[in-house]
């Protein structure tokens, strides 16, 4: 029999909640980390997850199926600030290094690029003003102008002729361009995969690069009418209403993303 408990769109938070508590054993809940996990911070060595949030993610982790945060930071940054989770995967640099089961993967055909990078990371230095914060990540890097917006259309017009010089691929973001290897890997990808086997997912996001894999559980939808996702946004100023529009539900901030799913847990744990 096809899906008829499924409710139709818009979704009330209560409907969200009411499915995932009858499908927790098949259910997988996806976060982005900065401004879903962590507020957004001007040096980004210095973003440290809310304080409830390790806590109510490994007791989510016992509740369904799987956890996971996939995130444009390296897997070595997420595993400083979540050395106490046991039971949530790590998808670093927008799923070319996956943490699971205690193990660090790479993506092969990433590897080869990591000298390109960080020359192209010594270059920024040297080249782009002195307020731009260059991020080397190992498998890409990220040109940060937060403390410094006026110079936006210079670090975009030297991130591109880079990207062109050298191949490589720019993901834009919150005050942010991160130049990226030329190898097939998103946010979106993530989710296509991840999702595969679920009968129910959620992602949070808050960012650009986050409507990939809205629209991932969009397209696993429509080819799956038993399946069901919940697309989260993080509401802020700079591409909040982009990424608000594409969402079924929408939160205002780290904060009240600790508190919701605090709440969505009384709910799934519920006799």
Known sequence: MAETLRPNRPLSVADAWAVTARRSAETTFFFDFDGVLSPVTDDPDASQPVGAVPGVLEQLATTVRRVAIVSARPVSFLRSRFESLERVDLYGLYGLEVWHNGEVVTEPAALPWIP?????ADRARAELPGPILVEFKRLSVALHYRTAPQLAGEVERWGHEQAERHGLKIQGGRMVIELKPPVDQDKGMVITEGVRNAGCAWYFGDDMS???????????????????GVAVAVANPETGAEVSSAADLTLDSPDAVAEFLTDGLSRLQAP
Request: charged share 35%.
């Open 210 to 228: 986050d409507i990939k894999a809205f629209d991932a559980l969009r397209a696993r939808e429509a080819v799956d009418p038993g399946f069901f």
């Open 116 to 120: 390109a990078m960080s020359d192209l």
